[in-house]
């Protein structure tokens, strides 16, 4: 009887998050749809066209970019979640003592040499 009891309260549990996301996703319906059912339809040629910063558009949005713009981005985004790891590693710098020097230098190690690799082959060199 206590097994039945034990597993019907961890269910119970689950109720209050499965009751929020209901809600919430609710409340996201309900703001979209009386958004559209009450705000202003007035769609003047002004209003549908093109607005970049103030800037009147000149010419098609639709031109190449370089390889190197997306390599570039990659890599920030690589190596900038990458370090987001060093900072538990420094708050518990004393509490990991010499072995979790040793394993954040097998971490930081690969790193490194991505990092050697891509400036070698010059991949982040603009020309």
């Known amino acids: 009887m206590q097994e039945e009891i034990a597993v019907s309260s961890d269910s119970i549990n689950y109720i209050a998050i499965f009751i929020q996301f209901i809600v919430a996703g609710g409340f996201v319906v309900t703001t979209i749809f009386a958004t559209h059912l009450l705000g202003p339809k007035r769609k003047t040629a002004d209003k549908l066209e093109t607005f970049e910063c103030g800037i009147d558009s000149i010419g098609n949005a639709r031109l190449p970019f370089s390889i190197k713009y997306f390599l570039v981005a990659i890599l920030f985004v690589l190596f900038?979640?990458?370090?987001?790891?060093?900072?538990?590693?420094?708050?518990?710098?004393?509490?990991?003592?010499?072995?979790?020097?040793?394993?954040m230098l097998c971490f930081v190690a690969p790193l490194l040499l991505g990092y050697l690799y891509i400036v070698k082959k010059g991949a982040l060199k603009w020309e």
């Open 80 to 103: 900038d979640v990458e370090v987001i790891f060093f900072y538990p590693w420094a708050v518990n710098f004393d509490e990991l003592g010499a072995e979790g020097f040793v394993k």
